[in-house]
Antibody, heavy 124, light 106 residues
Framework: QVKLLQSGAALVKPGASVKMSCKAS????????VSWVKQSHGKSLEWIGE????????NFNEKFKGKATLTVDKSTSTAYMELSRLTSEDSAIYYC?????????????????WGQGVMVTVSS | DTVLTQSPALAVSPGERVTISCRAS??????MHWYQQKPGQQPKLLIY???NLESGVPARFSGSGSGTDFTLTIDPVEADDTATYFC?????????FGAGTKLELK
């Protein structure tokens, strides 16, 4: 079965960076885009960006350009997201998701599997 | 960005029918999807492409709509359906989510 296993919670100081991982299993890692989603405490969800493991191609929400860096290690089927110059606004839960392509009459993409999330707390 | 507007909360009794709405600020065709999130858990996909039921999701859940107006229906509602429901569009860049509708059981 498809699983996305994310790294553990992180407590980081303002101005620092944090790198989190998302290990995929149960499917061919290089066949699907991996997206990252932010959920601030008690709030809604924001799409950060996506990476295609086969080529390393990325797309970002303009809001997160310069904030997030996405990479993959194909040998271990693991995706990574690094967040830089952290502030209190970056304190949130971050999810990795698998992006599924729906080849219907009107094609679209949706997030069919989600990791368990990584809680990042930015505090001095 | 495409703004998705959802009503903040609903309260229904078990066995009733509930509809959760999501209105988009511009057309998203049928690129609308629905997720359920229970406290302390990651979101779970319910409906994709506006009206397609994800495998393993009970047939009590259904979706409809196109363009700017969409609905998630649960019929009948069960106690386990207590959760927050998010709509999400993938037709326009960037992907965006609604603020969520919190469903409570009376």
């Amino acid at each position: 079965q498809v699983k996305l296993l994310q790294s553990g919670a992180a407590l980081v100081k303002p101005g620092a960076s944090v790198k989190m991982s998302c290990k995929a299993s149960g499917y061919t890692f290089t066949d699907y885009w991996v997206s990252w989603v932010k959920q601030s405490h008690g709030k809604s969800l924001e799409w950060i960006g996506e990476i295609y493991p086969n080529s390393g191609a990325t797309n970002f929400n303009e809001k997160f350009k310069g904030k997030a860096t996405l990479t993959v290690d194909k040998s271990t089927s693991t995706a990574y997201m690094e967040l830089s110059r952290l502030t209190s606004e970056d304190s949130a839960i971050y999810y990795c998701t698998r992006l599924h392509y729906y080849d219907g009459y009107y094609p679209s993409y949706y997030f069919d599997y989600w990791g368990q999330g990584v809680m990042v707390t930015v505090s001095s | 960005d495409t703004v998705l507007t959802q009503s903040p909360a609903l309260a229904v009794s078990p066995g009733e029918r509930v509809t959760i709405s999501c209105r988009a600020s511009e057309s998203v065709s049928t690129g609308m999807h629905w997720y359920q999130q229970k406290p302390g858990q990651q979101p779970k996909l319910l409906i994709y492409g506006a009206s397609n039921l994800e495998s393993g999701v009970p047939a009590r859940f259904s979706g409809s709509g196109s363009g700017t107006d969409f609905t998630l229906t649960i019929d009948p509602v069960e106690a386990d359906d207590t959760a927050t429901y998010f709509c999400q569009q993938s037709w326009n860049d960037p992907y965006t989510f609604g603020a969520g509708t919190k469903l409570e059981l009376k």
